[in-house]
């Protein structure tokens, strides 16, 4: 190739020192991610590595693992309940991602139009409920949903709900708790994806004829699926693995798989099934981030060329 | 001709401020009309209004004789080009062009149609499949053009649209704008604060200057006819000279004016400036002769002797600062032959300055007050070379070298 470019020979090309520059700057980069894989690999990879393979491992009756190995474990996830629960699990979490989804859009938007002043304010309001203990939080849910809390009381008022009715233990109350947890994860993510977005953007789908509703979805949504994207993930993959939520204002109606972990590793102290059940968990969380990572690698090759990619 | 857009007492106000105060102006279909000023002017509010992005707060917009003033944009038939460009960033430029279309729910086969021709108008085919991100200034001003056209609006809106470019490619678009006013022929309307623009594309210029249109008129008008001394100041070069109406010369479009060192000093009143006004006396560089001898006795010339200052060489023309009283007058003497048009005149020569009464311009003071003319381009610093508004203020009464009325 030094031939072609009339270069003497053994001189590198530009071409060749691109190469170079982009292979060296290659290896600095690895050096730099070195420590977070290292602590992937020994605080995330190994534990669930470990987890998995104790599914495979007998529980012994002092709740101890068991020597050899066996497949008792697995058989049992056959158990006629679990399917229940945990298709239960992801309907609550998908439900929880749509009402969170559908709920922090709009108020994104108005944050990131809101005057900057009422924008400081309205960022301070969303984190606010962070100040105070997540188990709090939850508790203090279960006194205003109680039969003599406010909630209750006023509803009764207006006649919504009877003396006798529970607003508490079903999963109703479970997915009203998770929408007010997740909400500002779901909030922050677009909101700063809104800031960013060009609002003559905006303007200029409304001269190219659009009314205001398909400027929104035409141009404002697409402009920000990725922060839609990670919405989605930072509500979904939490809501999932929920324990907490669910034991306190869910009922047995309402059972999440992560009780039924929590069960069976501090009741029935059968840690392989504990572990059975957290694999089925995890694969059901990195099921769909592995899809989501797909649809954006695909995205992302519409959006820049091969050779533009290398370089980058 | 009949008025294709016209504003009628259009207000708008931002809080305190006053975007555009009154303005009423017609503009003719077909032609290429600017609307320029320094920033701030209110140039873009008016675009923005006649968008539809503004809701003015008085005064109507009527398009080809319909009152648009409550239409939202997208109900309207102009199309804007955005100083951005505001390109979809997730959509390829022939997704871009097509959005227009897509929106109104053309047939596909028609969109495929006329994005395929806009592409080949615009020279943008190699380039159809690319997101907006990959492509250059100038392309993306290629497909601003491209989306908007493709809807044919009744008249398009450019709002700084060469802003964004180096000076070169400026250059060349703003030819490539001509042609595809030429090629289309529906109306645009150009904002930009470069004069240089707005004279080279434009059939009529709007001044604008605090919200007001200050003057309407082709190139040559306002430069060479300017109603008030902000266009003077504002468009091209100017030597502004202090001075007081004695009173009519014996033909009454001309008049007697006192200016303090310089006697018999005779001007084109158009305006006809009362006796004892106070006044302007505006005289581009270009318009002096310069010469040793005093020049020859004519009723209708004016004569004013100084020194030569400083002398700048630039090929095609020769600037000159003369000091003359109070005044550090700018001369811009043009080269038609090479060296033998004029005497030679060096540094620190006695020298005469004459003009005709009629390359004058007679206006209204204005008021010492005015920030905008103020901060102007300062002549004096880096290129003492008439640039901007040239220095005439009498150093002694400010110590401000602005030249500026003080």
Redesign the interface.
């Known amino acids: 190739m030094s031939a072609a470019s009339g270069l003497p020979a053994g001189q590198p090309t530009a071409v060749d020192n691109g190469a170079q520059i982009a292979r060296r700057r290659q290896r600095q980069e690895w050096w730099i991610s070195l420590p977070s894989v290292l602590w992937l690999l020994a605080f995330f990879l190994t534990p669930t590595l470990i987890v998995l393979a104790i599914t495979f491992k007998p529980a012994d009756p002092y709740g101890n693992i068991g020597a050899g190995w066996t497949l008792d474990t697995i058989r049992s996830l056959g158990n006629p309940n679990y399917p229940s629960i945990v298709w239960r699990t992801i309907w609550i979490s998908v439900v929880a991602t749509v009402i969170c989804l559908v709920t922090a859009v709009p108020f994104g938007y108005y944050m990131a139009r809101a005057p900057e002043k009422r924008k400081a304010l309205l960022v301070m309001l969303v984190m606010v409920p962070f100040w105070t203990s997540f188990l709090i939080r939850i508790f203090a849910w279960k006194v205003l949903l109680h039969p003599e809390g406010y909630i209750h009381r006023f509803l009764r008022l207006f006649g919504i709900v009877n003396e006798g009715d529970l607003l508490l233990y079903n999963p109703e109350a479970v997915l009203l708790v998770l929408v007010y947890t997740y909400l500002p994860f779901a909030i922050l993510p677009v909101y700063a994806a809104a800031e960013k977005f060009?609002f003559?953007?905006f303007?200029?789908?409304?001269?190219?004829?659009?009314?205001r509703f398909?400027a929104f979805s035409?141009?404002f949504l697409?402009?920000i699926?990725r922060a839609l994207v990670t919405a989605a993930l930072v509500v979904f993959i939490p809501a999932l693995g929920s324990y907490v939520i669910p034991d306190i204002v869910g009922g047995n109606a309402s059972e999440m798989i992560g009780n039924k972990i929590a069960q069976r590793t501090f009741i029935d102290r059968n840690l392989p099934h504990a572990a059975g059940l957290a694999g089925i968990l995890t694969l059901s969380t990195v099921i769909p981030m592995l899809i989501v990572l797909g649809v954006q690698r695909r995205q992302a090759r519409v959006?820049?060329?091969r050779r533009?990619r290398g370089a980058t | 001709m009949a008025a294709f857009l016209e504003l009628r007492g259009v207000t708008k106000k931002f809080g305190d401020f006053t975007a555009l105060n009154d303005v009423s102006l017609e503009i003719r279909r077909g032609e290429i009309f600017s609307l320029l000023g320094p920033s701030g002017c209110g140039k873009t509010t008016l675009l923005r209004v006649c968008a539809g992005f503004e809701q003015p707060d008085a005064g109507r917009v009527i398009l080809d004789g319909h009152d648009i003033t409550d239409l939202p944009p997208n109900r309207r038939r102009l199309n804007t080009i955005f100083q951005s460009y505001a390109l979809f960033p997730h959509l390829t430029v022939r997704e871009n062009i097509a959005f227009g279309l897509r929106v109104a729910r053309r047939p596909a086969a028609e969109i495929k149609r006329e994005v395929g021709q806009t592409l080949a108008l615009m020279q943008l085919e190699e380039h159809a499949d690319k997101r907006p991100a990959l492509l250059s200034g100038g392309q993306k001003q290629r497909v601003a053009v491209a989306r908007a056209l493709i809807n044919k609006p009744e008249i398009l809106l450019l709002d700084e649209p060469l802003a964004a470019l180096d000076l070169k490619l400026r250059q060349r678009m703003l030819v490539e704008l001509d042609n595809i006013h030429d090629e289309v022929g529906i109306t645009f309307i150009f904002v930009t604060h470069d004069q240089g623009e707005a004279m080279s594309i434009s059939d009529r210029i709007a001044v604008m200057h605090e919200g007001r249109v200050e003057q309407i008129g082709t190139a040559a008008e306002i430069y060479e006819a300017p109603r008030t001394s902000f266009v003077a100041a504002f468009i091209g070069d100017t030597n502004f000279f202090d001075g007081q109406v004695l009173g009519p010369d014996t033909n009454p479009d001309y008049c007697q004016l006192a200016i303090e060192g310089f006697t018999d000093i005779i001007s084109f009143n158009d305006k006809r400036l009362p006796t004892g006004q106070l006044a302007h006396l505006s005289i581009r560089p270009e318009k002096f002769r310069i010469s040793r001898n005093p020049p020859p006795p004519d009723p209708f010339l004016n004569r004013i002797s100084g020194t030569v200052e400083e002398i700048i060489y630039q090929g095609t023309h020769t600037n000159f600062w003369v000091r003359a009283g109070e005044y550090r007058v700018a001369v811009r003497q043009p080269h038609s032959r090479f060296k033998l048009d004029q005497e030679i005149i060096t540094w620190k020569d006695a020298v005469w300055l004459s003009w005709h009464a009629d390359d004058g311009c007679m206006l209204e003071q204005y008021r010492a007050d005015d920030e905008s003319l103020l901060s102007l381009p300062d002549p004096d610093d880096a290129h003492p070379a008439p640039g901007g508004t040239t220095g005439t203020t009498p150093p002694a009464a400010s110590g401000r070298q602005r030249g500026i009325a003080t």
């Not at chain 1, 303007?203 to 009314?211: F, I, M, Q, R, Y």
């Open positions: 060009d003559h953007l303007e200029a789908a409304l001269d190219l004829g659009c009314n398909s035409r141009v697409p402009s699926r959006t820049v060329p533009k």
